[in-house]
């Protein structure tokens, strides 16, 4: 019985832990280790979190990244491409790695081992890049891409692993605390990353500085993996419908997205919200080609987004607790759909002060809803595959809206800031009357062959 396709090597067996047997437990059982490992486990994935987003606030795809990009080159459509691999390179290889994930019981090894060489090494690469852009600027684009292209897919590859990992380390009524607190505590150290990358910004000369802010995040990430491999988790073994499916996982999506309506139409939601925030990576390039600002106040700006996305993340956190994430994720979108009203009206830049600090806090909202909404739509044994599927299709929405968002920048970048803001609304009016809170399911969709 062959569990997937990286079961057929021997070092990826021994490193997945595929032939380690897994005990046969209840559900009281597993859910007692969930319990007795939950300070453990919240000490450790607080810490790697934190660190995580303290790193990942000096490589910003909003605003630091198109800032890079731009001393490299002019074209709209590099920033589109920057765009999109910021938005959607971590969402879209989901559906394609959730099957065989959903296959493995042990999920931990393939977050920690198999995500160190997919997502952490190839930041290391950034800062080269850097150094290399004043001598050979072409190449340094190359590599940046490439490096960051590396970055966002080899995260998404081990994405649902990641998801349902924490997910079985974390009980619903707890899990948007934690997600929210630990991002909350790690966008207020981005906040203090984003003033100190400013401050090497304005303080050494390009490309020392970028280099220099590049490596910073290197480093930072690289130590978030350390607390990060500790997780203790609950290990369940895999029912044997799930081991047993002789079918392909694409019959299953098809079978998910046509019969579970509630389902579906958030999908669809989703996709038209994400249309709405094609505007999100052309915000930097707009106010300093428009106004010119200078390298500092870019620092500013990203300060304000962390601001704004360490209170999203600890609101929605609260929120989603008590009322469940799609009430949360509304109130992002609303909060989304003005900031883009706000930038396409912005009479002066200092408007934008306040279109960053609310982008900040609906993608502050977005981050944690918008992943653990995922989570309950499902039974535990079918969860990959939910969170494989709605990841994808979001990723979608993210791959093509900055695309069309190009298209439109070469008119003019208010025409994207509008079409994102009427796009938002119509997202937020299928969000608020077509979707049930998946919590208050009466009963899951039964996938038995």
Same mark, same amino acid.
């Given at each position: 019985?062959?569990?997937?396709?990286?079961?057929?090597?021997?070092?990826?067996?021994?490193?997945?832990?595929?032939?380690?047997?897994?005990?046969?437990?209840?559900?009281?059982?597993?859910?007692?280790?969930?319990?007795?490992?939950?300070?453990?486990?919240?000490?450790?994935?607080?810490?790697?979190?934190?660190?995580?987003?303290?790193?990942?606030?000096?490589?910003?795809?909003?605003?630091?990244?198109?800032?890079?990009?731009?001393?490299?080159?002019?074209?709209?459509?590099?920033?589109?491409?920057?765009?999109?691999?910021?938005?959607?390179?971590?969402?879209?290889?989901?559906?394609?790695?959730?099957?065989?994930?959903?296959?493995?019981?042990?999920?931990?090894?393939?977050?920690?081992?198999?995500?160190?060489?997919?997502?952490?090494?190839?930041?290391?690469?950034?800062?080269?890049?850097?150094?290399?852009?004043?001598?050979?600027?072409?190449?340094?684009?190359?590599?940046?891409?490439?490096?960051?292209?590396?970055?966002?897919?080899?995260?998404?590859?081990?994405?649902?692993?990641?998801?349902?990992?924490?997910?079985?380390?974390?009980?619903?009524?707890?899990?948007?605390?934690?997600?929210?607190?630990?991002?909350?505590?790690?966008?207020?150290?981005?906040?203090?990353?984003?003033?100190?990358?400013?401050?090497?910004?304005?303080?050494?000369?390009?490309?020392?500085?970028?280099?220099?802010?590049?490596?910073?995040?290197?480093?930072?990430?690289?130590?978030?993996?350390?607390?990060?491999?500790?997780?203790?988790?609950?290990?369940?073994?895999?029912?044997?419908?799930?081991?047993?499916?002789?079918?392909?996982?694409?019959?299953?999506?098809?079978?998910?997205?046509?019969?579970?309506?509630?389902?579906?139409?958030?999908?669809?939601?989703?996709?038209?919200?994400?249309?709405?925030?094609?505007?999100?990576?052309?915000?930097?390039?707009?106010?300093?080609?428009?106004?010119?600002?200078?390298?500092?106040?870019i620092g500013i700006f990203t300060a304000l987004m962390l601001v704004g996305?360490?209170?999203?993340?600890?609101?929605?956190?609260?929120?989603?607790?008590?009322?469940?994430?799609?009430?949360?994720?509304?109130?992002?979108?609303?909060?989304?759909?003005?900031?883009?009203?706000?930038?396409?009206?912005?009479? =002066?830049?200092?408007?934008?002060?306040?279109?960053? %600090? #609310?982008?900040? @806090? !609906?993608? *502050?909202? &977005?981050?944690?809803?918008?992943?653990?909404?995922?989570?309950?739509?499902?039974?535990?044994?079918?969860r990959p595959t939910y969170i494989g599927i709605a990841n994808t299709a979001?990723?979608?929405? =993210?791959?093509?809206?900055?695309?069309?968002?190009? %298209? #439109?920048?070469? @008119? !003019?970048? *208010?025409? &994207?800031?509008?079409?994102?803001?009427?796009?938002?609304?119509?997202?937020?009016?299928?969000?608020?009357?077509?979707?049930?809170?998946?919590?208050?399911?009466?009963?899951?969709?039964?996938?038995?062959?």
């Amino acid at each position: 019985m062959s569990i997937s396709i990286w079961g057929r090597h021997a070092l990826v067996r021994r490193v997945l832990k595929l032939d380690t047997p897994v005990a046969e437990r209840s559900e009281a059982e597993l859910m007692a280790e969930t319990y007795r490992n939950y300070r453990w486990n919240f000490a450790m994935n607080l810490t790697d979190g934190a660190l995580f987003w303290f790193g990942t606030s000096f490589i910003s795809a909003t605003t630091i990244l198109p800032l890079f990009l731009s001393k490299l080159t002019s074209s709209p459509f590099a920033i589109a491409l920057l765009a999109v691999l910021g938005q959607a390179s971590w969402y879209l290889p989901q559906l394609f790695t959730a099957g065989m994930i959903e296959r493995i019981p042990r999920k931990m090894p393939i977050v920690a081992h198999l995500g160190f060489f997919t997502e952490r090494l190839p930041l290391w690469i950034l800062p080269i890049a850097a150094l290399l852009s004043i001598r050979s600027p072409m190449l340094a684009l190359v590599l940046f891409l490439g490096a960051y292209a590396w970055h966002g897919l080899g995260a998404g590859i081990v994405a649902p692993a990641w998801t349902d990992m924490i997910a079985r380390c974390f009980p619903v009524e707890r899990r948007g605390w934690y997600f929210g607190f630990s991002n909350f505590v790690g966008t207020g150290l981005g906040a203090i990353g984003a003033i100190f990358s400013g401050w090497l910004l304005e303080r050494y000369p390009f490309p020392t500085n970028f280099a220099l802010t590049f490596a910073v995040c290197a480093v930072a990430v690289a130590l978030s993996w350390i607390f990060l491999s500790q997780t203790r988790e609950p290990v369940q073994r895999v029912p044997d419908e799930i081991l047993n499916r002789t079918g392909p996982s694409w019959r299953k999506t098809v079978r998910i997205v046509r019969e579970d309506g509630n389902f579906s139409r958030f999908l669809w939601a989703r996709l038209v919200a994400n249309f709405g925030r094609m505007g999100l990576g052309f915000l930097t390039v707009a106010v300093i080609q428009r106004w010119a600002v200078t390298d500092n106040v870019i620092g500013i700006f990203t300060a304000l987004m962390l601001v704004g996305q360490t209170l999203g993340n600890l609101l929605a956190g609260l929120v989603a607790d008590r009322y469940g994430h799609k009430v949360s994720l509304e109130m992002g979108q609303l909060i989304s759909t003005m900031a883009f009203g706000i930038a396409w009206l912005a009479p =002066n830049p200092d408007w934008y002060y306040v279109v960053f %600090l #609310l982008t900040g @806090l !609906a993608q *502050g909202i &977005v981050t944690v809803s918008g992943v653990l909404i995922a989570m309950e739509f499902s039974t535990p044994m079918h969860r990959p595959t939910y969170i494989g599927i709605a990841n994808t299709a979001t990723g979608v929405g =993210n791959t093509l809206a900055p695309l069309l968002g190009g %298209l #439109l920048a070469i @008119l !003019a970048y *208010g025409w &994207v800031f509008a079409a994102s803001t009427l796009l938002g609304l119509i997202g937020l009016v299928m969000m608020w009357k077509l979707v049930r809170e998946p919590r208050r399911q009466i009963e899951f969709l039964n996938l038995a062959d």
